[in-house]
């Protein structure tokens, strides 16, 4: 009897849903999309209503041909991709390529959660695919590719070649670039904060903080103001003014959203957005539980609803009621209000069943994904629970023209803080936790100390992962499956990380100013939320796709012709400057190269002369591209000056090219200096060897490079397996990337990814071992045979 054949994006996917279904279902992966737009034409016909020509992505034809081999012995053809407009295209795409005779029937089905319950219910009620889903898909799919073929060529033309534009990545750029601006225009502005220790008739002491003078807020912006009233407080009698008394309760937090789950990964756990959503993509395919039993432990983590099934709700509650009690159980379920816009058929993130404890779960886990899983659990837990209470304390007191006031709050109840608190809901501020002694009106104080501290506005901050999220959220710019790939994109040329928050290049600088001038409503932020709004509006079935993008691209191509037409070419620019070549006496100007400015001699092509600009803002830093104070080349004695290439900046000799000899520089800015290696000759020209630092680290190397390019392999003590005379050393491809390799190459060509260990294996005798390192198990040795199953943790993962 033939089966019926299931189709989902991802072998672990189909793994876990394979086990519900049984023998009458065959259960295979697409590996994502099968087919998109072309990669080296625009694939979009703009006199014929924007129809999209297709093609099978290249490398997915041996797949799509399994597929189609195996819907002609099936009895019906079930597409269960994910939930979402994505899912929906794979799904489209698929039928497409499988629709066979008349007869084939082909289903949707949709889940949204993988458990054995969700994935039953879902198979004895198929749908029909979503047009109206597969049409906004296909609209934001044919936005992108109209902005991003039609504006990089312009990039690449005016710019830099290899720049890309796009519709959404350019505006989150933009906002990363305006808070630069922002920061640096930011002029910071003096104040006074005070402080008054007192003592009242009863203990304990209090210490109160000015907030406001001569009836006003409070504001002391400079040492001669500080300096008079600090000396009337001196004189001044503290008497309470006001107190004030009241209840104060703290509601729960909603269950996850994508974006908010992004947020709180990267402020608790310190997880960038890519890899929280790696991690709940995971999380929500399946997990092993023991005893061949799989089960997807979340729902689906790409949602912007709050909204949380009947039978979860009921589940929670029972549990809470049973491990927590009465008091922690509001009285009915807490139902908590999506924002506008957002896609209510799709649950919040929350665990597929709250008896499944992080404590559970840990053994069957790694690290990563517990802690990921024990933030959701506990936020969904808490979402149900009973508010916080507290009693809070307002005492005001009257001191000349000043007056002060503390504020002290004790936590009666501690209702969901219990079990979560979030990063976005603030803990209290030490000040208002402090206990205040019981005081009444008109009652003076005696004045211990009265502190005055000066201090200093500070700019806006630069922002971070979930930062940007959380402002790009608020404009309405992007979607839950798309802020992982756009700050992922943003980082190739516009955009680097200092500290874990964005900083843009100067590429990234240049490419937005331009952009804004001439595509001044395209990538403005509301025009790109209303695009967002409008792709609902198809999704929802109350809007064209077509008319949608007809309404664009009659606003895009004006742009687009305006700026191929007025937008400057900064490759031919020239920014004259006062400053003289060094070689040759001519001007030196200010150029655009593929690292940014720089400057460069006016004569060039005749004098090739560089150097670099200094760093702005930076007045301590001497000019780059000057000679370094007291460094001179080792090779000719000429003076080192500062270079940037595509690793960063580096020294050079200035005797360039005549001597090419160069010094990398640490992260403090000081040249790193080659050390030699004691004991050790070149085996090439007898030269001393010296320890030399590349864009991959430390390597031993000779000291007469370039003239003698010999460098030390570094080995790892195995022998090669293939050729016996080589050893087996460290290597790296053109990309950067280690793997390992025989000495002997290229007479022997052998390589493998996993570093060798120098040990036999002790089942199959193979003359060594390779290294795993995972965060599940920790470092392991197992065997590189494939006939052999051999291995063995050396060190286990830390799982605290």
């Known amino acids: ?261 992004q947020q709180e990964a990267s402020q608790k756990l310190r997880f960038s957005v890519k890899k929280t959503m790696t991690l709940a993509q995971r999380l929500y395919e399946g997990v092993e539980m023991g005893q061949g039993e799989r089960i997807g432990l979340i729902t689906y983590m790409r949602t912007d609803s709050t909204r949380v099934a009947e039978s979860a709700l009921s589940e929670l509650r029972e549990y809470l009621k049973a491990d927590f009690g009465d008091p922690y159980l509001p009285p009915k379920p807490v139902i908590y209000r999506s924002k506008k816009g957002a896609q209510d058929a799709h649950e919040a993130v929350r665990p597929t069943s709250v008896l499944r404890s992080p404590d559970i779960v840990k053994q069957y886990l790694g690290r990563d994904e517990h802690r990921l899983y024990q933030l959701i659990w506990r936020r969904f837990v808490a979402s149900q629970m009973s508010s916080a209470l507290f009693d809070q304390t307002e005492v005001v007191i009257d001191a000349g023209r000043a007056e002060f006031k503390v504020v002290g709050t004790i936590m009666k109840f501690d209702g969901f803080l219990k079990v ?163 070689k040759c006496g001519g001007g030196m100007v200010i150029r655009w190269g593929r690292f940014g400015k720089f400057m460069a001699c006016s004569k060039y092509p005749e004098c090739k002369n560089t150097r670099e600009l200094p760093k702005e803002g930076d007045a301590a830093a001497q000019d780059e591209g000057a000679p370094e104070e007291e460094l001179l080349c080792d090779k000719c004695g000429k003076p080192m000056v500062r270079k940037k290439g595509r690793f960063g900046e580096f020294m050079a000799c200035s005797g360039y090219p005549e001597c090419k000899s160069t010094q990398k520089i640490a992260s403090s800015g000081d040249p790193v200096e080659d050390i030699e290696v004691p004991d050790e000759e070149c085996p090439t020209c007898g030269s001393k060897l010296v320890q030399k630092h590349g864009p991959y680290g430390a390597f031993v190397a000779c000291g007469e490079y370039p003239d003698c390019k010999y460098i030390k392999q570094q080995t790892t003590g195995v022998d090669c397996p293939d050729c016996g005379k080589g050893q087996i050393v460290h290597r790296r491809s053109r990309r950067g990337r280690l793997f390992y390799g025989c000495s002997a190459f290229p007479d022997c060509k052998f390589v493998l990814w996993k570093k060798p260990v120098d040990q036999k294996c002790p089942d199959c005798e193979a003359p060594y071992l390779v290294e795993r390192v995972t965060q599940k198990t920790g470092v392991s040795h197992l065997c590189n045979n494939p006939d052999c199953d051999y291995e063995i943790v050396v060190e286990a993962a830390d799982t605290g």
Request: charged letters at 35%.
């Open 420 to 582: 979560y608190q979030a990063d976005a809901e603030k803990a209290e501020p030490d000040e208002n936790k402090k206990i205040l002694p019981e005081v009444s009106e008109g009652e003076k104080l005696e004045v211990k100390e009265i502190l005055r501290e000066q201090k200093f506005t500070q700019p806006p901050p630069r922002y971070n992962e979930a930062t940007l999220v959380k402002a790009m959220e608020e404009k309405g710019i992007g979607r839950p499956s798309t802020y992982a790939s756009i700050l992922s994109v943003i980082l190739r040329d516009y955009v680097e990380k200092q500290e874990r928050r964005f900083v843009p290049t100067e590429v990234g600088e240049l490419v937005i100013d331009l952009l804004v001038v001439h595509f001044e409503e395209i990538f403005a932020y509301d025009y790109t939320a209303k695009l967002e709004q409008d792709l609902d509006e198809i999704e929802n079935g109350n809007e064209n796709w077509v008319h949608t993008l007809k309404e664009f691209y009659s606003d895009f191509s004006k742009e687009l012709e305006q700026a191929q037409k007025n937008m400057k070419n900064v490759k031919t620019e020239e920014i004259p400057t006062d400053e003289k070549c060094e």
């Open 1 to 261: 009897m033939a089966k019926a054949m299931v189709i989902v994006e991802s072998p672990a996917k189909a793994r876990t849903i394979e086990k519900y279904l049984g023998k009458d279902y065959t259960v295979l992966a697409s590996a994502g999309h099968i087919k998109d737009l072309p990669k080296k034409t625009l694939g979009v016909d703009l006199e014929d209503d924007f129809r999209p020509t297709y093609q099978v992505i290249s490398g997915k034809s041996k797949i799509v041909n399994e597929l189609k081999k195996a819907a002609k012995k099936a009895s019906a053809i079930y597409l269960a991709a994910d939930p979402d407009r994505e899912g929906e295209a794979i799904c489209q795409h698929l039928a497409e390529e499988l629709q066979g005779p008349k007869d084939r029937k082909i289903y949707r089905v949709l889940f949204n959660e993988i458990t054995k319950k969700a994935i039953l219910e879902a198979f004895e009620n198929p749908s029909a695919i979503d047009q109206d889903k597969v049409g906004a898909q296909q609209a934001r799919r044919i936005l992108d590719r109209l902005v991003g073929y039609q504006v990089s060529p312009l990039l690449w033309k005016k710019v830099k070649y290899g720049l890309s534009a796009g519709r959404v990545q350019t505006v989150a750029v933009r906002m990363v670039v305006e808070r630069e601006k922002e920061i640096r225009a930011f002029v910071s502005e003096e104040y006074w904060n005070f402080t008054a220790h007192l003592k009242a008739q009863n203990p304990p002491p209090i210490e109160a903080r000015a907030f406001k003078l001569d009836g006003k807020k409070f504001n002391v912006s400079n040492q001669e103001e500080a300096d008079q009233l600090f000396e009337e407080l001196g004189s001044a009698d503290f008497v309470v003014s006001g107190v004030k008394k009241k209840k104060r309760k703290r509601n729960p937090v909603p269950p996850f959203i994508t974006s908010k789950l």
